[in-house]
């Protein structure tokens, strides 16, 4: 795999990627979505392709603790929706990553972003209420639920961006703060484990990778620590206009990078 190895990085560069995976997991216990900056640091630090492999086994680790921290809250209805449509988004990822070089991918998943984003701002007004999470079984409901799904599954394939995707539809149906956490923390951790095996038949996880991975973990550790603290905090409205800032922050990110 085209990277650098844990010896080649300087001070640094280490601290710029430490610095990432403490954002990994205040990401997962707090703003679903800020990891799109996590992304773009190891980006800069490491070749762009490969940094995906590298930042997976940290996302992983990170929805570890989400899952152990807001397990009670999960809504599985949903989760059950979701799950063949983003196998479908994957499976259409994997081909993508075959053939497409950085600069289609980051063009095409900044603009979906941002595109889910206006579009959540857009229904939320439209609304003016609150639905429950139950309302997505109508027929719409799982025709979002499908949609969502599968940018969902390929955008978290192709550059491990699927969480912006996640937290629009999971506003866009009307999860409340616990609910959403719960729900996402299950959602990326069967789904980033899932994408292990295409990773490695891909070369974008190797020894070298899993070494510096092996360094990086423990300051996941700190991060999801400051994230459930911090989500204690944070009420309803401001949480939701984080989440969705943090969807355009790491969209724009992707365009202009």
């Given at each position: 795999m085209n990277t650098m190895t844990l010896w080649d990085l300087n001070g640094w560069q280490f601290a710029a990627l430490a610095f990432a995976a403490l954002l990994v997991g205040f990401s997962k216990t707090a703003v679903s979505g800020a990891n799109t900056v996590s992304l773009a640091v190891f980006a800069a630090v490491l070749p762009a392709r490969a940094s995906t492999g590298v930042l997976l086994p940290i996302l992983i680790a990170g929805d570890v603790l989400a899952v152990l921290t807001y397990r009670r809250h999960a809504h599985w209805p949903t989760l059950w929706r979701l799950f063949p449509a983003v196998a479908a988004g994957v499976v259409v990822g994997t081909v993508f990553l075959m053939w497409a070089d950085d600069g289609i991918v980051r063009t095409s998943i900044g603009a979906i972003l941002?595109?889910?984003?206006?579009?959540?701002?857009?229904r939320r007004r439209k609304a003016g209420a609150e639905e429950e999470p139950d309302a997505v079984a109508t027929r719409a409901g799982r025709a979002k639920a499908r949609a969502y799904g599968v940018l969902g599954g390929f955008t978290t394939m192709v550059a491990n961006a699927g969480g912006p995707v996640m937290s629009m539809y999971l506003l866009s149906a009307g999860f409340r703060k616990m609910g959403f956490l719960g729900t996402s923390a299950f959602f990326f951790l069967i789904v980033n484990t899932s994408k292990l095996p295409f990773s490695v038949g891909l070369g974008l996880i190797d020894a070298e990778s899993l070494l510096l991975d092996a360094a990086l973990v423990l300051f996941v550790v700190p991060g999801a620590l400051l994230g459930k603290w911090a989500v204690d905090r944070i009420n309803?409205?401001?949480f939701e206009h984080l989440v969705i800032a943090a969807t355009v922050v790491g969209g724009l990110q992707l365009l202009v990078r």
């Open positions: 941002l595109l889910m984003a206006a579009v959540t701002v857009w309803q409205r401001l």
